[in-house]
């Protein structure tokens, strides 16, 4: 019994680490019409400056400030922050295909550095050592655990209640106006540009968050975190839980994530050993198989309101 | 040793550029970012694998090699074969997923149905042929000594050769048969096309078939100079992706510049920054080109 | 071949637009006979434009029908009609301006066989020579004028039975206006139908045998092109006002 609801909290944990980030690629795509392809990147930056600011002086190696766990999350969020503005300005005259290019070979280049730049991140080995703020508040794995659970719970309710106040302010509709025609809203005076950078740099600071959330619970990170695949499976669950709707955010991470651990968990079991290396590969299989089938079959696609006169009668023009 | 930078740049030049083509092509016709189209240089390679050693089984002449090169006649037949074996799978995924799609959601659908669908096909890849690398052959290769002190494999040797005559012969279809006439007047206006009587489905199977078999070529080429292993065509997205962006999507000259490009500047960068940090260099072009001229070297300005 | 009931071109009762629920066309009927001209004209947001689209078959029909030469073609796809004897010059984007004169011919000849549409390349060029003058170069580099006779050669590739011009002055001068308005006739000499959409209603009307109206996607007049010329209503169908001098009266 222990075992099963230490299972769940670990479940919950997760997914609900993921979710945050979900909420942010959905203030990003859902409200805001950007293509990210690049979550991983953002997640592991956040990741990374984690580790580096909370974590144990190492050799070589810059950073272990031992900072507390909050700074750690804020500097987190401000790191990753400071990275999408970079990257926003560079990008924000990109169309849709060529921004999604971009920002998939953004989080290549942060995988890369990650991968090279010892110094800072201590490359191929990743960073150690990383403390969970629980350990000091309770005893035993299953209390430390659901300690963290419910600082995940918190932090996930801040940005669910932050990102849903963000939307329904004027700010917010801005947003919505700009994403339907950003022509006719440029009228009005106020700067599409501006307003997507900023909700551009809003996603990616959630997501800096959920990063950093990660690695304090996990205890160490890798390059190894932050591939491709990894923004894959956040995608999916934005796409799973349906677009411009948070609530659906964290329902698809909850979903999808359940799927994920399921399909690992089936094949490990049912598949004979001989071929269980494969069993990451059978996984991402079964999980592409999934989403892609599922895009075909729901005909509205990834936004759930993309059929609009207007989108539609431009398609035609092209 | 920047001259050998530099053969070694026009030679993976040349492999980006084969593949290069069809994702040009597509891009400008579906209008949409073909992330899976890298997975057709993977399976083009694997397939040609799978035929070499049923063509191999022939024996007598057919098991010889050629020359100098490291393979004979089974390894330019199972490239036939592969072009095929890609040219199909392109059409299934094509009528299957992206042309629905194309019908039903938005192009960001379609983006990322095409994640989906690498995914797939490279972790088929492993699944069937598990992740260690390959090689075509066991041959031993004499480097020819060019002048400058530059060293190339005859097989390189052959990449590049093939490379130009596949691109002769492209230009030579696209701009003297009705066919190749016919997808560059798609490219520019399907409406268009299609009220002067132009099928324009049947002209964008035409696109895929010649796209999946430049990347079939591509990724024979690759495994043939280099070796074959599942994220083969993975780890050339980026360079794919730059080629074409560089040299505008819909223009064949362009993605072969764009290749020659890329190849040139991920190559010589190895004399400026570390090797570690090369992968990284198509994607900085792709982001200065992006910013300089948004519609690549061939492309045409959206009026 | 025409009687009243064989027209080469007879649209019926068309309720169509670019989106299955928003039509733009609500029931418009409009008949064209071998060798007329007949021009539709109307305010902006008539749906002038989309009727012309949906015989060329870019718009979809949700209900009546379009027949050329008895058959209804409502569900032949666009590609198609060029066959059946369809020609259609768009408003915009009506040459492949990435092509050369001689490219867009063999565009225009894509459904024929290859000597036959070779033929008819050779025929199209005694009649328009400044193609042929300049058959190599991109038809990017044309006048508007130019690109507008290159567009018409191509749509009459395929000799069709019909043919469609939307808007086909624009932008034109009103010596390149004219001398596209005579092209047109002789092609009416020639018997073919041809339907044309004009903003310049007045100068259409002079050059065309019948004339339509319509307005908000219905039909509202038509008659003999000279009748209209000389109409009252028209002016305030177009003006939304009283008018005492008729479009023919109006300065240009």
């Excluded at chain 1, 004027?170 to 900023?198: C, F, H, T, V, Y």
């Excluded at chain 3, 749906?47 to 949906?54: N, Q, R, W």
Aim: net charge neutral.
């Amino acid at each position: 019994m222990i075992g099963l609801v230490s299972y769940i909290v670990f479940f919950l944990i997760l997914s609900l680490i993921f979710g945050i980030a979900v909420l942010g690629l959905n203030l990003q795509w859902g409200f805001t019409g950007l293509f990210n392809a690049g979550v991983a990147g953002f997640i592991g930056i956040g990741a990374y400056t984690m580790a580096i600011l909370t974590g144990p002086s190492r050799d070589a190696v810059f950073g272990g400030f031992e900072l507390p766990f909050v700074i750690g999350l804020i500097g987190a969020m401000v790191v990753s922050g400071i990275a999408a503005l970079a990257v926003g300005i560079v990008t924000h005259k990109l169309k849709h295909e060529y921004l999604a290019v971009a920002t998939f070979g953004i989080a290549v280049t942060i995988q890369l550095v990650c991968l090279n730049w010892e110094y800072l991140t201590g490359g191929t080995l990743g960073l150690i050592g990383i403390p969970n703020p629980t350990k000091d508040l309770a005893e035993g794995p299953l209390a430390q655990n659901a300690l963290f659970l419910c600082i995940v719970i918190s932090l996930g309710l801040i940005t669910f209640i932050a990102i849903e106040n963000i939307v329904k302010s004027p700010w917010g509709r801005m947003l919505k106006a700009i994403r339907e025609d950003e022509i006719a809203s440029s009228s009005l005076g106020k700067d599409p540009a501006r307003i997507r950078l900023e909700a551009f740099v809003l996603g990616c600071m959630a997501m800096g968050l959920s990063g950093a959330l990660y690695v304090s619970f996990i205890g160490y990170v890798s390059p190894w975190d932050f591939l491709p695949i990894l923004t894959f499976q956040i995608w999916t669950m934005l796409i799973v839980g349906g677009s411009a709707n948070n609530r659906g955010a964290l329902l698809g991470a909850l979903i999808v994530w359940g799927v994920w651990t399921m399909s690992g968990y089936v094949i490990s079991n049912v598949v004979p050993s001989e071929i269980q290396a494969q069993g990451g590969a059978m996984q991402a299989i079964l999980i592409g198989l999934i989403l892609v089938v599922m895009l075909l079959l729901r005909p509205r696609g990834l936004i759930g309101e993309e059929l609009q006169v207007s989108r539609h009668a431009r398609s035609l023009n092209d | 040793m920047f001259l050998q930078h530099l053969a070694d740049g026009i030679l993976s030049g040349a492999i980006v550029s084969l593949g290069a083509i069809g994702l040009s092509f597509t891009m400008k016709m579906l209008r949409f970012a073909n992330f899976s189209h890298s997975e057709l240089l993977t399976w083009g390679a694997y397939a040609a694998l799978v035929f070499l050693s049923f063509f191999s089984t022939f024996g007598g002449f057919f098991d010889q090699t050629i020359g100098p090169f490291s393979f004979g006649l089974p390894l330019l037949f199972a490239m036939a074969c592969a072009c095929i074996t890609t040219s199909l799978i392109a059409m299934f995924l094509h009528l299957y997923v992206f042309d629905r799609l194309s019908r039903s959601a938005g192009h960001m659908t379609m983006v990322f149905a095409s994640f989906g669908v690498a995914l797939v096909l490279r972790h088929l890849v492993t699944l069937i042929w598990g992740s260690d690398p390959i090689y075509y052959s066991n041959e031993l290769q004499f480097a020819i000594l060019l002048p400058g002190g530059v060293r190339v494999m005859p097989d390189q040797v052959f990449l590049f050769g093939l490379t130009i005559f596949t691109v002769i012969f492209l230009h030579l279809f696209m701009t003297r048969t009705r066919t190749g006439i016919a997808m560059r007047g798609v490219a520019e206006s399907p409406s268009l096309a299609q009220v002067s009587g132009v099928n324009v489905n049947a002209i964008i199977l035409w696109v895929w078939i010649i796209g999946a078999s430049g990347a079939a070529m591509g990724g024979v080429l690759y495994g043939m100079t280099i070796q074959l292993r599942p994220e083969l065509g993975f780890s050339l997205i980026l360079p794919l992706f730059a080629a074409a962006i560089l040299g505008g999507a819909g223009s064949l000259y362009g993605a072969v510049l764009g290749g020659l490009i890329v190849g040139l500047s991920e190559n010589l960068s190895v004399m400026i920054i570390p090797t570690t940090y090369k992968p990284a260099v198509p994607f900085l072009l792709i982001l200065l080109i992006l910013f300089i001229r948004p519609e690549g070297i061939f492309g045409e300005r959206k009026r | 071949m025409s009687s009243a009931a064989g027209y080469i071109l007879q649209v019926k009762d068309l309720v169509a637009g670019y989106i299955r629920d928003l039509p733009i066309l609500h029931g418009v009927s409009v008949y064209v006979d071998r060798g007329e001209i007949v021009t539709i004209i109307g305010p902006n947001g008539a749906g002038k434009s989309t009727l012309i689209k949906a015989v060329a078959g870019l718009v979809s029909v949700s209900q009546g029908s379009i027949e050329l030469n008895g058959k209804n073609i409502v569900n032949v796809p666009a590609y198609q009609r060029a066959t059946q004897g369809v020609g259609y010059v768009p408003q915009t984007g009506n040459v492949f301006t990435t092509l050369s004169i001689h490219e867009n011919l063999i565009m225009g000849g894509a459904s024929l066989h290859r000597g036959k549409a070779e033929r008819r390349i050779e025929e199209l060029y005694e009649i328009y020579p400044v193609l042929k003058s300049r058959r190599r170069e991109k038809a990017g580099v044309l006048s508007g004028g130019q690109r507008q006779i290159l567009a018409v050669a191509r749509a009459l590739l395929t000799q069709p039975d019909l043919i469609l011009l939307d808007e086909p002055t624009a932008g034109l001068s009103p010596k390149a206006a004219a001398e596209l308005f005579a092209l047109i006739r002789d092609l009416s000499r020639d018997g073919v139908a041809v339907l044309i959409v004009e903003q310049n209603a007045k100068a259409a009307l002079r050059n065309s045998d019948r004339g339509y109206v319509l307005a908000e996607g219905e039909n509202r007049i038509d008659g003999a092109a000279h009748t209209l010329l000389a109409d009252k209503e028209i002016g305030e169908i177009f003006l939304g006002m009283r008018r005492d001098t008729p479009l023919e009266k109006e300065e240009a």
